[in-house]
């Protein structure tokens, strides 16, 4: 259970939870963008020390999906797949727009970052999939809260 009050947590831009052979996540934003944006940081943050990978390359990535939890869970699916695929690490993330159109969420992003270098870059944790269970986006008090759990 989350600890504090919810501008606390603005003060991070996420915080992880145990979870037995996986681990989670909460990200927070003020906005459902920013709280997008963190969700990916916390993603990388697990598989790699962010703070060593540069921006030297750019990916604008597109998702449409049905609802809101699928579009957290395509968006980080799709960014585990390009790390996967592309061999990238990604460390900022520039959230253009999350709209609802109706039938759909559509996002819009740009991923900041570089090719995999291990012998600069710190091998964390290897994330095999992003999890529906228990994934959920909400807004208290003004803050968007986004839970993920990823599985190890």
């Known amino acids: 259970m989350m600890k504090g009050n919810f501008e606390d947590k603005l003060k991070g831009k996420y915080e992880y939870f145990g979870v037995t052979a996986d681990i989670g996540f909460y990200s927070y934003g003020k906005s459902l963008e920013k709280g997008f944006e963190n969700a990916g940081m916390a993603l990388f943050d697990v598989i790699s020390e962010i703070d060593l990978v540069d921006e030297n390359i750019s990916k604008k990535i597109s998702i449409e999906s049905e609802d809101i939890i699928s579009l957290l869970y395509d968006y980080l699916e799709e960014l585990l797949f390009l ?70």
């Not at 012998?119 to 839970?147: G, P, R």
């Open 83 to 152: 790390h996967e695929t592309e061999f990238l690490l990604f460390s900022k993330f520039k959230v253009i727009f999350i709209k609802n159109n109706g039938n759909f969420y559509k996002l819009d992003v740009i991923a900041y970052g570089e090719e995999i270098n291990w012998d600069k870059h710190v091998k964390k944790s290897e994330v095999k999939a992003i999890t529906f269970h228990q994934m959920n986006v909400e807004k208290k008090e003004n803050i968007y809260i986004l839970k993920v759990i990823l599985d190890l």
